[in-house]
């Protein structure tokens, strides 16, 4: 059974920092791009992050030079880094899971980031 489980999401202060986990697991991890999404009330989902089997990463532009995407293959995870936060970043977050030829797709329940100003 494959779970994709999120963590590190609360409140912080305009300028901070939080970094938010994504353990994966029951699927073979360097298979599958791993990726950041958010929503916010109101908005559709969209693409903060996303880092490749590969490796390589892809950013949205409201987040290039703030926020890093990371993972570490020996333990099933994915991190974002966010520094200095704002408060148009207040959304839930969600880990996705796509299998490198896109035929598989796993979510995570999300979790909650707020940025007060």
């Known amino acids: 059974q494959v779970e994709v489980v999120e963590s590190g999401g609360g409140l912080v202060q305009g300028g901070g920092s939080l970094r938010l986990s994504c353990a994966a697991s029951?699927?073979?991890?360097?298979?599958?791009?791993m990726g950041w999404y958010r929503q916010a009330p109101g908005k559709q989902r969209e693409l903060v992050a996303v880092?490749?089997?590969?490796?390589?990463?892809n950013y949205a532009d409201s987040v290039k030079g703030r926020f890093t995407i990371s993972r570490d293959s020996a333990k099933r995870t994915v991190y974002l880094q966010m520094n200095d936060l704002k408060p148009e970043d207040t959304a839930v977050y969600y880990c996705?899971?796509?299998?490198?030829?896109?035929?598989?797709?796993?979510w995570g329940q999300g979790t909650q980031v707020t940025v007060s100003s």
């Open positions: 996705n899971a796509r299998r490198w030829d896109r035929r598989a797709d796993y």
């Open positions: 029951g699927l073979l991890f360097s298979y599958y791009d």
């Open positions: 880092i490749f089997s590969g490796g390589s990463t």
